[in-house]
């Protein structure tokens, strides 16, 4: 018993290792993206990927999402600090072992690994990089990280509903 208690806890850790090794990995692919989009994309500016519908627009975003803010340092400052710390909570929760099962962890990572992306962009080039556009409706330039970001709110909204339902049900059974 003492056996399969110990490779539980081992497994329980490697799980939430993995999910900070996905976040670190989008990371990663995040900046290389971007990394891709200011030699090739830049000097060029725009181009269609699918005709009408998606297409590649070089955008230097200044301000958060939306391009709120834009051009105000005491804005970006104040994102980058809520930023960090809101980054640094989720790495901690991960590690911390209250996030037990692998969707809300995989949740979290996309979204540590997308506010991380972002974050990076800010402290190290003073704007984010985006470089997405939709071309049948008229929406902000957006970038990986706010897939990653977007994906994992949706992600783990969906899981926290579908958790409350199935609490729900297992409670009334029990009240029969």
């Excluded at 706010?146 to 297992?170: S, Y």
Aim: aromatic fraction near 10%.
């Amino acid at each position: 018993m003492q056996k399969r208690k110990k490779l539980i806890l081992r497994l329980k850790f490697c799980l939430r290792l993995a999910a900070i090794a996905m976040a670190a990995g989008l990371v990663v692919l995040d900046q290389y993206i971007k990394a891709v989009a200011v030699r090739m994309l830049k000097p060029q500016g725009a181009m269609q990927l699918v005709r009408g519908v998606l297409g590649l627009q070089y955008t230097e975003n200044t301000g958060i999402s939306f391009s709120l803010f834009e051009d105000s340092m005491v804005m970006m400052w104040v994102v980058t600090i809520v930023t960090s710390a809101v980054m640094l909570a989720g790495v901690l929760l991960i590690l911390s072992g209250r996030l037990r099962q692998a969707s809300p962890l995989c949740a979290a990572a996309l979204i540590i690994a997308g506010g991380t992306g972002n974050l990076l962009d800010r402290l190290l080039r003073g704007f984010v990089v985006d470089y997405l556009e939709f071309l049948f409706v008229r929406f902000a330039v957006f970038n990986f990280a706010d897939i990653c970001i977007a994906g994992g709110v949706a992600w783990l909204t969906i899981w926290m509903i579908w958790e409350e339902a199935q609490h729900r049900k297992a409670g009334k059974k029990s009240e029969k």
